[in-house]
């Protein structure tokens, strides 16, 4: 358990998000991990991710697993009820999962089955607290368990809140390690300074906190995104700078590979990178910016 030993040693750790394949074909998903074998901790599955119907966290990770990787697998409120996450979770333990991170969720409006309805039958703190259940021995009816699971536990946090939203969200953190959440995965960090004010806020509380490093795909995708994402701030001059850049993919690695080493030099525990769907640049962002 590699992510365990490194978020209690303190050393540094790399995430990194795969999404598992919409469809059977998982070769390019098997061939982006090998290509940071050794690179990364562990890799984040998520779990239907924006709500786009694709193989499920349980079964991108379990083939990752048999593969040799260490990884996180996402649970979510938003598609099943307590009897089907509760059997997940049991199923994903036996073979072999020991990290899941337990989310909310995007809206399914967002994905490409507009007309569904999501389940959120319990919401995140349940969730979390459902986990510790069965990690105690007993589901959420009390009935007891032939053989408890043993997970390392996270879940997500936005660093992005200000004002009195964000003295809900730390509510809501304190809420979350109440539950048993040990790391905190958060909303994509851009701006450095607004993130260190949000982890003085943090203090002294008994969670890892780490921060998300998004690769951005043009000055247009970074645009949107700080406009339309809440709590998510793109400074102008970051967005200016990839839209000036020759080579504005190269440009947008190298802010992400630059993000992922100032964040080291700040003192964070470690950094999950998402390239939604540019898995193939995983390596470029950790070998380090190119000039």
């Known amino acids: 358990m590699q992510l365990q030993n490194k978020l209690t040693s303190g050393e540094f750790l790399v995430l990194a998000e795969m999404e598992p394949p919409k469809g059977v074909d998982v070769s390019s998903m098997l061939d982006s991990a090998n290509k940071v074998r050794g690179r990364v901790d562990a890799i984040v599955i998520p779990e239907i991710s924006s709500a786009v119907m694709r193989m499920s966290s349980l079964g991108g990770a379990v083939l990752l697993q048999s593969k040799g990787f260490e990884t996180v697998m996402q649970i979510c409120c938003r598609d099943r009820n307590r009897l089907a996450l509760q059997a997940d979770l049991l199923a994903a333990q036996a073979l072999g999962i020991a990290n899941v991170m337990a989310v909310t969720g995007e809206d399914p409006s967002h994905g490409d089955h507009r007309h569904i309805r999501a389940v ?31 997970f390392l536990v996270g879940s997500s946090v936005n660093s ?24 905190f995965v958060t909303a994509p960090v851009f701006d450095l ?37 809440d709590n998510v701030n793109i400074p ?25 080493s100032a964040l080291k030099d700040a003192g964070s525990c470690g950094v999950n990178i998402a390239t939604l769907g540019w898995e193939h640049k995983l390596l470029d962002i950790l070998t380090g910016p190119k000039a």
């Open 193 to 229: 300074e607004a993130f260190a004010g949000f982890m003085k806020k943090v203090g002294d509380r008994k969670a890892k906190i780490i921060p998300t490093v998004l690769l951005l795909k043009s000055s247009g995708m970074a645009r949107y995104i700080d406009r339309q994402q």
């Open 236 to 260: 102008a001059d970051l967005i200016n700078r990839i839209k000036k850049a020759p080579d504005k993919v190269r440009e947008c690695v190298n802010i992400a590979a630059e993000l992922v």
């Open 120 to 150: 959120n039958d319990v919401d995140l703190t349940e969730l979390l607290e459902a986990i510790q259940n069965l990690q105690s021995g007993r589901d959420m009816a009390g009935v007891e368990l032939n053989g408890a699971p043993r």
């Open 160 to 183: 992005g809140a200000s004002g009195g939203a964000l003295d809900l969200e730390l509510k809501e953190l304190d809420k979350k390690i109440k539950a048993g959440a040990e790391f």
